[in-house]
């Protein structure tokens, strides 16, 4: 087990093997508990198991040989994120597979070539996505099913390319919706720059939109204003 913790530890984790509910924690480091197993049943019998063979989570035998051989599993902390998307207009966000609510997508690079969409590589599943739409506000919420897949753009349009899709699961569609100016206002501003000034958000200094920032994290102090803001709602 440690020999396959190592090896994750120097090559990274493989794609598509981020862990979704919990993490083993070693020397202050977290690693995926199936793919350490799989990887150590290679150092233990010549094969490595095929994720599909086997289940992790509480209560599987993948879990009690980490518990018995002394490894601590953690639960992963659940990230809260802004989808902030343009629906109105867009046949893509209103039906299919990449409607709101079904997925977040994005190109992998910008029109220059810059990687301005990396934090569609930092959402895990069971994430909590907010969907901040038409310039107007928070108007659903879903959850994210597992971590981002690779995926294609919209055909004939100018995103047509590759892209990062992440699937989502549960959209609720809010009931009312919370408008941007319950959010980004003089009151609430003191505090939205200290968030601003820690953390890369989908608003600027002067409380306008921030250009290019399609999802971005909202941090405890930011869902604490949110969720105030949708309270008040009534």
């Not at 020397?27 to 233990?44: D, E, Q, T």
């Not at 959209?171 to 501003?189: A, Y």
């Not at 601003?196 to 290019?212: A, I, P």
Request: proline share 4%; with cysteine; hydrophobic share 35%.
């Amino acid at each position: 087990l440690k020999k396959a913790i190592e090896e994750i530890r120097t090559k990274g984790v493989r794609k598509g093997r981020h862990s979704s509910t919990y993490d083993v924690f070693y020397k202050g480091n977290r690693y995926p508990p199936k793919l350490v197993v799989s990887i150590a049943n290679r150092f233990a019998n010549g094969k490595e198991l095929d994720p599909a063979s086997f289940s992790g989570g509480a209560g599987t035998e993948c879990f009690s040989v980490l518990n018995e051989n002394g490894f601590e599993i953690r639960a992963k902390k659940v990230k809260v994120w802004v989808e902030k998307t343009i629906v109105k207009g867009r046949k893509s966000r209103n039906s299919g597979e990449l409607r709101l609510g079904k997925a977040l997508w994005s190109p992998t690079k910008s029109k220059g070539g810059a990687d301005i969409y990396s934090t569609m590589r930092e959402i895990r599943a069971n994430d909590i996505v907010l969907h901040f739409t038409d310039n107007f506000g928070i108007t659903g919420v879903s959850v994210a099913a597992s971590s981002y897949k690779d995926g294609s753009g919209v055909k004939g349009s100018v995103w047509e390319g590759p892209a990062y899709h992440v699937p989502l699961r549960g959209f609720q569609k809010l009931d009312p919706e919370l408008e941007r100016s319950k959010i980004l206002n003089k009151e609430n501003k003191p505090v939205l720059d200290v968030i601003r000034s820690r953390s890369k958000v989908f608003y600027q200094g002067d409380l306008n939109l921030r250009q290019g920032a399609y999802l971005t994290e909202a941090p405890y102090e930011l869902v604490n204003i949110i969720n105030k803001a949708y309270m008040a709602t009534g």
